[in-house]
C-alpha cells in the first residue's frame, strides 16, 4: 500500500533545523491526471537524497518543482528559506544548481564548453546577457578539469559526446557554489564506461563538504553512488517509504514501487537489484 503523505527528516536532527527544501501536501496534476499526490518531504542542510522510482512515478515532476521551474496544483514550497510563488523565483534559481534533459536540450549547441559552465553563475541559458570576471573564468576553468573536461573547454557543445556533455552540465550546476543541487537523471542514456565514471565524479561531489544539499533522481539501484545519506520512493506519483537509505531503501519498499518482487544487495558502497523470482 502507497503512503499518501511521508515527510523526511534527517534521522537524529531536531525537528526545527532549518530545511533548504520543504514540500507539504504539494500535488502535480497535468491533463486531469494527477502525476504527484500530497507529496511532503524535507531536505535538510548537508543531506544527500537520492529519488528512486518506476518511469511515470513523477520523479522528474518533483524535479522541477524542487528546482523552481513547475508550480505544483496544491500544497506549499519553501526553498532556501522563501515561499514558491511569493518571490523572484529567477533570483532563487541562481542559488540552485540543475541538470536534466531538459535543461541540456536548452542549451545553444555553438557554445563552448567554457561558456556553457559559466551560464551556471546566473542560471542562464547564454553567458551574454551577464558580465563574468576572472575569478568566474577560473572557477570554469577548474570545475572542467575536476570532471576531466579541462581539454574541451574550447569545444563546441555539438561536438561533445553524451558523457562529456553531463560532466559538463554538472560542472555547470556547481558554478554558483548552490546550497542545492538538483540533478534529474544526470546517468541517462551513458554507456557502461561514461556510467561508471559519472558515478564515481557524483560520489566525489556528495564526499565535499563544501558541496550544498543534493537531490540525485535515477531508477536504477546501481546508479546511486556512495555518500547519498538518504531515499524518497516514488510510486504512481506517491511517496511509498522516505528516510535514511540504510533503513529505507530495502528489497520490500523497492518491489511496492517497482510492482516487482525484487532481491537487493549491497556490495561494499554499491547497491544492486534484480527480479526475485529469476529468470523466467
Known sequence: MLTSTHE????????????????AGVSFVRDGRTILD?????????D???????????KTSLCRIAGLHLHPSRGTVDVLGERFGRTDARALRARI???????ADQMRPSLNAADIVLTGRHAALAPWWHRYDESDRARAEML??????G???????????????????????LMAEPALLVLDEPTAGLDLAGR???????????????????????????EIPPG?????ILAEGRTVAAGPVDDTLTADTLSRAFGLPLSLERRGRRWFAWNAAGAP
Do not use: K
Request: aromatic residues 4%.
Open 8 to 23: 523526511a527528516r534527517t534521522s537524529g536532527a531536531p525537528e526545527e533545523t532549518a530545511a533548504l527544501l520543504r514540500l
Open 38 to 46: 500530497r507529496i511532503d518531504w524535507r531536505v535538510a542542510p548537508g
Open 48 to 58: 544527500r537524497w537520492v529519488v528512486l522510482g518506476p518511469n511515470g512515478s513523477g
Open 97 to 103: 544548481g540543475m541538470t536534466s534533459q531538459a535543461l
Open 144 to 149: 572542467l578539469a575536476r570532471f576531466g573536461c
Open 151 to 173: 581539454a574541451l573547454a574550447a569545444s563546441r557543445y555539438a561536438t561533445l559526446s553524451a558523457g562529456e556533455r553531463q560532466r559538463v552540465l554538472l560542472a555547470r550546476a
Open 196 to 222: 561508471e565514471q559519472l558515478v564515481a565524479m557524483l560520489a566525489d561531489v556528495a564526499a565535499d563538504d563544501g558541496t550544498g544539499a543534493i537531490v540525485l533522481v535515477t531508477h536504477h539501484v546501481d
Open 228 to 232: 547519498i545519506t538518504h531515499v524518497l
